[in-house]
């Protein structure tokens, strides 16, 4: 199995984490969005990552498809995505929150990375930083009211804790939310848990700006 991407994006690492708690061995080409776009591109038209090659030769696109089929060969009781129900939704919602949290914050990089400088829109960027804030508040509130030494969903650790903390350390590690970091203290106690265990700890890749 080939993981092309490099594990800076959060996006990539949800994946990445994701193979080594299932036990599933992969090959890694740590390729940048920037300077390796056309080797990406043999391996995805859109030219993103994460891109998965499955040992049957397929091409996986979009981590959440890559997540999918994950599940599916790991089997019912292995899954990392509860499979129906209140905890699925719960778990969906809180997925879709990291993400868009992330994708915000890549938009705010992206404007700095590939934009010339007087090309540049201010409010435009402040938006971003607006919806990032708001859905990372949602997330903490929901992680404190729950407890931070619990899981997110369920009584086992699922796709929404790996989720939510590669979304968090990424924006933490590119923007310094940790500023802000007081706002979202559960939050940063239960990344921190999850990011104290292995299959964190050797996906963990400090961001590099990508360059145009
Ligand atoms: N929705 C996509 C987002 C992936 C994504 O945005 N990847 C970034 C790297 S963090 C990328 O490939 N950027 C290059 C580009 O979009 O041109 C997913 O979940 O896989």
């Not at 891109?51 to 089997?75: H, K, M, Y």
């Not at 915000?104 to 938006?127: N, S, T």
């Not at 971003?128 to 708001?134: I, K, T």
């Not at 968090?168 to 999850?194: K, Q």
Request: aromatic content about 8%.
């Amino acid at each position: 199995m080939l993981l092309i991407g490099m594990f800076d994006s959060p996006f990539v690492r949800r994946v990445a984490v994701t193979m080594r708690l299932l036990g599933l061995e992969f090959e890694h080409a740590n390729w940048s969005v920037g300077k390796d776009l056309e080797r990406i591109r043999e391996y995805n038209p859109l030219g993103r990552v994460p891109t998965l090659v499955t040992p049957a030769g397929e091409r996986l696109f979009e981590s959440s498809a890559i997540l999918d089929w994950l599940d599916e060969n790991a089997g019912p009781e292995r899954a990392l995505l509860p499979p129906s129900g209140p905890d699925r939704r719960q778990a969906l919602n809180l997925m879709a929150m990291a993400t868009g949290a992330a994708e915000k914050g890549l938009m705010q990089l992206y404007e700095r990375a590939f934009r010339p400088e007087d090309k540049r829109h201010p409010p435009w960027v402040e938006r971003c930083r607006l919806q990032m804030s708001a859905s990372l508040a949602a997330i903490d509130r929901y992680t404190g009211e729950r407890g931070a030494s619990q899981w997110l969903v369920g009584r086992r650790m699922t796709q929404a804790d790996i989720t939510v903390t590669c979304a968090f350390t990424f924006l933490n590690d590119a923007l310094r939310i940790a500023e802000d970091r007081v706002m979202y203290e559960s939050l940063a106690t239960l990344a921190a848990r999850c990011e104290s265990l292995p299959a964190f700890q050797e996906t963990r890749e400090a961001f590099a700006a990508p360059s145009g």
